[in-house]
């Protein structure tokens, strides 16, 4: 009974959740359209995106109560250039398995009961060897992997059960989670792993109310991302680092925004490297518990000179650590109007692709 309920309730859910996306840019379709129209009377006619129609409902439970019992093998029954809103709906339990979403499968959304009750899990190294006997290296160790636009997740976690290398350690990079696709929503999820735990490798992601743990640079990519009401949380036992992005020239618009996040673990830990040359971190309205790392910032090689190309910045952060952020003259404490691209969803474009409810 409390199975059905679930079910119900999810599925529910997401019609709601699809009902006010697909009304969301059914009216940026529009409004781009009306506004082409008034801006230019030419007869060139203008492309309308339409988005996916339709809904799919998919169930995995681990003891076979559900159409499957591996995550993979839902996503496999998803057909090819799928144009419906899929809700893939996961009961409690560990998975463990390693999950791929290739980028010819969009709409798909991930539903658990509950972050610490339903959790997708593997082992991979990146020193370990692959299928073809090559060493899979960091961005092929993910747990789960995602290609595809417009996935979401909510209410599940990703775990990297690979032991926690000492620093210095080659090869132990261990990724629970890769997102490489554009518009992608994370709500309610839990991310754990070590050195590498989350690969935020490219595209627009949001996430709200996520809990990610991890050692050495875990939150790492070149991904365009906010990270909302999250708790950071570090595992790091001689020294650790948060987030490492990989921003690598002053055209692009990557980077990652911290907002109302809390800061939490053991240290002495960096909160930001320069992976990239143009490396873009921004931390505001953040708690920081009292383990950051003389200095706060880490310029990542000290050859590249990238303390002149970076943009670190603080807006309003408070705590115990919150001094040592500020602690270095590249990492800028901003005042409203350069802080205020970084304090909303349009960081992400999110207007156009996540609903009011959700941000």
């Given at each position: ?13 997401f ?31 203008h ?6 129609s ?91 992997s ?21 620093p210095?350690m ?30 935020d ?9 996520c ?48 907002l109302?996040c ?19 971190i ?14 706060g ?41 350069t ?21």
């Amino acid at each position: 009974m409390a199975s059905y309920f679930f079910t119900f309730f999810a599925f529910y859910f997401f019609s709601l959740h699809s009902i006010a996306y697909s009304t969301l840019t059914t009216y940026y379709s529009t409004s781009n359209n009306n506004n082409n129209n008034n801006n230019n009377n030419s007869s060139k006619p203008h492309h309308k995106w339409v988005g996916p129609s339709g809904h799919l409902l998919i169930t995995v439970d681990a003891n076979g109560f559900g159409d499957f019992q591996s995550v993979q093998a839902a996503v496999d029954s998803v057909p090819e250039q799928n144009r419906k809103n899929v809700l893939i709906q996961i009961s409690a339990g560990y998975y463990k398995e390693k999950v791929v979403v290739p980028a010819s499968k969009a709409y798909i959304t991930f539903q658990g009961e509950g972050r610490d009750v339903t959790v997708i899990e593997w082992h991979d190294r990146a020193c370990d060897r692959g299928p073809d006997g090559q060493q899979l290296r960091t961005y092929h160790s993910a747990s789960v992997s995602i290609y595809a636009p417009y996935f979401s997740a909510r209410n599940i976690s990703f775990k990297n059960t690979a032991p926690a290398p000492m620093p210095g350690m080659q090869g132990w990079q261990a990724v629970a989670f890769r997102i490489s696709g554009d518009k992608a929503f994370f709500s309610g999820c839990g991310f754990y792993g070590a050195q590498d735990t989350l690969c935020d490798d490219a595209g627009r992601h949001y996430f709200k109310e996520c809990y990610i743990e991890g050692s050495i640079d875990f939150i790492f990519g070149n991904g365009r991302s906010m990270y909302k009401d999250c708790e950071l949380h570090s595992i790091a036992t001689r020294f650790g680092s948060i987030a490492a992005q990989d921003r690598k020239s002053l055209n692009e618009k990557t980077g990652f925004a911290f907002l109302n996040c809390r800061v939490t673990g053991t240290g002495p830990l960096y909160v930001g490297r320069a992976m990239g040359q143009y490396s873009r971190i921004v931390y505001s309205h953040t708690y920081f518990d009292n383990i950051i790392a003389h200095g706060g910032w880490d310029d990542w090689d000290h050859v590249s000179n990238k303390n002149k190309t970076v943009f670190f910045g603080v807006y309003k952060c408070y705590g115990p650590g919150a001094a040592a952020v500020r602690g270095v003259s590249w990492a800028r404490e901003l005042d409203y109007n350069t802080a205020h691209p970084f304090l909303a969803k349009s960081f992400v474009n999110g207007r156009h692709w996540i609903a009011p409810a959700d941000a």
